[in-house]
């Protein structure tokens, strides 16, 4: 593993041996903190109500499904990410930029 343009990674059979044979386990470690659960987010709060075109909420559950995460908590951090934009002490609005950035043509 010389090579300084392999980054550090295996890039061979003996490298990956050889890597792997140095690894050692530390049983006193101390295990690192696992992100919240589902349900630990979800508690506190509040329910509400939002009606949605059907193709929509497919659209919703297929893009949280991609993200591993909740139709709910997309909404949130969508909500969240709209409510941040509208921020009157940014210096420019993100919802303007967004708005630019989104009129701008697709290239290649």
Same mark, same amino acid.
């Given at each position: 593993?010389?090579?300084?343009?392999?980054?550090?990674? !295996?890039?061979?059979?003996?490298?990956?041996?050889?890597?792997?044979?140095?690894?050692?386990?530390?049983?006193?470690?101390?295990?690192?903190?696992?992100?919240?659960?589902?349900?630990? &987010?979800?508690?506190?709060?509040?329910?509400?109500?939002?009606?949605? !075109?059907?193709?929509?909420?497919?659209?919703?559950?297929? %893009?949280?499904?991609?993200?591993? &995460?909740?139709?709910?908590?997309? &909404?949130?951090?969508? &909500?969240?990410?709209?409510?941040?934009?509208?921020? !009157?002490?940014?210096?420019?609005?993100?919802?303007?930029?967004?708005?630019?950035?989104?009129?701008? !043509?697709? %290239?290649?």
């Amino acid at each position: 593993m010389s090579d300084p343009t392999n980054q550090g990674y !295996p890039r061979n059979d003996e490298d990956a041996t050889a890597f792997l044979n140095g690894l050692t386990f530390d049983d006193t470690a101390p295990v690192p903190e696992l992100p919240p659960t589902a349900d630990e &987010i979800e508690t506190g709060m509040v329910t509400t109500s939002v009606k949605l !075109p059907a193709e929509l909420r497919q659209r919703v559950k297929a %893009t949280a499904a991609e993200h591993c &995460i909740t139709a709910s908590m997309l &909404i949130r951090q969508y &909500i969240e990410m709209g409510l941040a934009a509208e921020d !009157p002490n940014r210096m420019i609005r993100f919802a303007d930029v967004v708005r630019v950035l989104s009129s701008l !043509p697709e %290239t290649a």
